[in-house]
């Protein structure tokens, strides 16, 4: 998921736990920053994260473009002009966010003032000037700049079945969802089979019901592998049982193949009894 999207968008992907959740939004959007990449972040390691680079990217636009500017008019560039330009860029680059107005003011000074003498990122010091306010307001920074930049932002969380498991971490997840920025998506995996006091069952749909609509709604399907695919799948399967594996005896998968009569005849016998998938196919070896 992470490298088919990555080309066109900003990813954070983050393992939920019992620190690092839905109840503790804070903590949780923290994460999502520091995760942050985007295509050019990984390429350069001199960016902190994805966030850096927006910024840094966002920046040196606006630099060439007041630079053009000037010498298109003939003037002299001049440190106070560009101070103000850079001001005026990261102001107006904010104003369709949720971040409040007097943040925004403070962030366009922090840019401007950035050049003068300080050693750290300009995304810590930007991030400063917002920390003490709502988590979200990150995530709106994080959406602007990467629309600016032409990226769309993709969250991802994993392990939902391991993190909080209660109606108060269901609600807060799909609040979050509700009070996401535009241009930013949230993908979500897990099972809704989850547990829930030692009670098997599905909890997702038992303890909070409006979360488990939204995932059953918005869920995404995987296409399903055709016969000539698990046939492909398991030649590559037993390939790499051959050369991991000196012993023919001790190959599992090649000799469960061989005893149900070969590849073809191996994902006929599947597909007589389930509906194609390539993780049901692997459990049907394994369990034969």
Not at 76 to 93: C, G, N, Q
Not at 180 to 190: A, R
């Amino acid at each position: 998921m992470r490298d088919e999207v990555l080309p066109w968008a900003a990813v954070s992907l983050v393992d939920l736990d019992d620190e690092t959740n839905f109840l503790n939004q804070g903590a949780l959007i923290e994460t999502f920053r520091t995760n942050l990449e985007t295509p050019r972040s990984l390429d350069h390691v001199d960016y902190a994260n994805g966030l850096d680079e927006l910024w840094d990217t966002t920046l040196r636009k606006v630099a060439d473009l007041c630079a053009s500017h000037y010498e298109r008019e003939g003037f002299e560039i001049r440190e106070s002009r560009m101070k103000k330009s850079l001001e005026l860029a990261a102001k107006d680059i904010l104003s369709d966010t949720a971040i409040p107005q007097p943040v925004i003011d403070q962030i366009g000074k922090t840019a401007s003032e950035y050049f003068n003498s300080t050693s750290q990122s300009l995304t810590q010091s930007l991030l400063e000037e917002i920390e003490n306010n709502e988590p979200m307001d990150v995530l709106g920074l994080i959406s602007s700049l990467a629309q600016i930049n032409g990226y769309r932002v993709l969250l991802g969380v994993d392990e939902l079945e391991k993190s909080v498991r209660t109606e108060e971490h269901f609600k807060a997840l799909d609040n979050f969802a509700d009070a996401l920025p535009k241009n930013v998506s949230l993908f979500v995996t897990g099972t809704p089979e989850l547990v829930e006091g030692g009670k098997q069952g599905n909890a997702l749909r038992e303890t909070y019901h409006p979360l488990y609509e939204r995932t059953t709604t918005n869920r995404i399907r995987l296409d399903s592998p055709t016969r000539e695919a698990l046939i492909e799948f398991s030649t590559r399967i037993v390939d790499l049982e051959t050369q991991a594996i000196e012993a023919p005896v001790n190959r599992e998968y090649a000799s469960t193949i061989d005893d149900l009569g070969g590849f073809e005849q191996a994902a006929d016998s599947f597909l007589e009894q389930y509906p194609p998938a390539f993780r049901a196919y692997l459990d049907y070896l394994e369990q034969y």
